[in-house]
């Protein structure tokens, strides 16, 4: 089967809802699936005519869509590794089942590595499930000694979390 990848649009925000809230069930992640949908199509609403998100879908020789991943471009301060004052995070990298183990993952990441080169973004950070780290690996990322940890904020906006916007 022949597969084509293609930048993704605001018109396939029903994909893109589709692919993360999968990724998430395949990797058992509990997830309240009604409401992610929502913040996360109105999300992409906001990010995706900004160019904040970006992604890219593989299409099938049928029209049908088999993978797909998209990345956000960050504002990073430079540092001792990296003088760019951008960075690439990679997430969303999905495959349906039925079009696994055909490198359409691969396809994909390399659709992020060009746009990235040929943009001014010169690094790309991901998270990367069991079964994504031997792709990963196999590009050349490099698993951080240091893990990215998270901290709820006590006395957050609960609106906020629930995917609205806070009220002056």
Known sequence: MSYRVRPATLADAAILVRHRISMFTDMSVPIDR???ETVFRTWLGEMMPSGTYRAWLVEAANGEIAAGGGITILPWPPGPQYLGDTLAFAYNVYTEPA????GLARLVMNAIHAWCGGNGVAWVALNASRD???LYTSMGYQVSPSPMMFYRVS???S???DGQKPTA
Not at 99 to 102: N, P, S, V
């Open 132 to 134: 994504g780290r031997p």
């Open 99 to 102: 079009h696994r183990r055909r």
């Open 159 to 161: 609106s906020v979390q």
């Open 155 to 157: 006395g957050y906006n």
């Open 34 to 36: 009604a409401a992610l």
